[in-house]
């Protein structure tokens, strides 16, 4: 099943599409928004059409992708993203327009997303946030997630060190496996008390 449709009380869960690229510009490029995310600000809507295909319109191509635009069911328009990478980490990611944060919007997406993905087979899924914005793992915590280690990398392309703290959930009977890929390649990592 490639990224199914999912609907929530508030919300749509849909593919992006080539007529959302205003509004994924809208997202991807403020400033704010953008301080914890993987990428600098996107500049102009030909950057916005450049990710699309390469993050979007790629993955729609796999068997099997998990790439949200979060939309309001009044209007369909996206105010956010959420996905599940199909790597080993089975990373979970989201992003919001700062008009919608503390809303319960990326929980209500995230467990949609969750449902699916447990329906679907994913052994697990994981998700990292930078230390610094505990909201995010406020997030991963009222998902179901439980944190497991926290460790320091190089974050690319922004180029300077972040402490990450991971949090994982599995679905199947492994309940105590911890992927620990981040912990194993990076020098420094610890277990934090009171995370």
Not at 20 to 45: G, Q
Not at 48 to 60: C, D, N, V
Not at 62 to 80: E, F, N, R, S, V
Request: aromatic fraction near 14%.
């Amino acid at each position: 099943m490639n990224t199914p449709l999912l609907t929530t009380r508030r919300l749509v869960l849909r593919k992006f599409t080539e007529n959302d690229i205003e509004a994924l510009y809208n997202i991807l490029s403020d400033k704010t928004v953008n301080t914890f995310l993987p990428w600098f600000p996107l500049k102009n809507r030909a950057e916005a059409q450049a990710f699309f295909e390469t993050r979007y319109a790629a993955a729609y191509a796999k068997p099997q992708a998990y790439a949200y635009a979060i939309c309001l069911k009044k209007d369909d328009i996206p105010i956010g993203y959420l996905k599940v990478d199909m790597d080993d980490s089975h990373d979970l990611g989201y992003g919001l327009l700062k008009e919608f944060w503390h809303q319960g919007i990326a929980t209500e997406a995230g467990r949609a997303v969750v449902a699916q993905v447990k329906k679907d087979g994913l052994p697990y899924i994981t998700a990292t946030h930078d230390r610094n914005n505990p909201r995010s793992g406020a997030v991963m915590r009222q998902l179901g997630m439980q944190y497991q280690y926290s460790y320091e990398e190089q974050w690319q392309p922004k180029n300077y060190p972040v402490i990450f703290r991971l949090y994982q959930l599995n679905f199947d009977k492994y309940d105590n496996r911890v992927f620990k890929k981040y912990w194993d390649t990076s020098a420094v990592h610890f277990i934090e008390a009171d995370p």
